[in-house]
């Protein structure tokens, strides 16, 4: 049975918490990769180089908007696609385990799950826009 007490307070922690990694996956891709670094490093993978760019920007976005609670539901189903992205395109060749060289699959498809969840949780406490 669902606590319907303590359940909206979890769903806010799991919301700010999928919002803060998507920032910093963000900020990582900014600050760190450069932009035209992570559109390079999608150059060498076969994808468009502009993919890149809209990574970041649908990162910084939709971190925002989880922490915010904008319409979470809806912003965690919408960010599924970049980690299953990650998992096809860099991560799924490198196994199952983070640790593994080059990083395995294992948080990405973690990180995709928990985002399930939120959708399936919903918006949570002090959301500022409930979906």
Do not use: C
Request: net charge positive; aromatic share 12%; no cysteine.
């Amino acid at each position: 049975m669902t606590d319907a007490r303590t359940a909206p307070y979890a769903a806010l922690l799991l919301r700010l918490t999928l919002g803060g990694l998507f920032l910093a996956h963000a900020g990582l891709k900014l600050f760190v990769f450069t932009p035209a670094g992570t559109a390079a490093f999608f150059g060498s993978l076969g994808l468009p180089p502009a993919l890149g760019y809209a990574v970041i920007a649908v990162e910084a976005a939709g971190g925002l908007a989880l922490i915010l609670g904008l319409y979470a539901r809806f912003v965690a189903l919408a960010l599924v696609p970049v980690l299953i992205g990650a998992i096809v395109t860099v991560h799924g060749a490198n196994g199952f385990f983070a640790q593994n060289p080059g990083g395995g699959w294992e948080f990405a498809g973690f990180w995709a799950v928990m985002l399930l969840v939120q959708a399936g949780l919903g918006d949570g406490a002090y959301a500022l826009r409930r979906a």
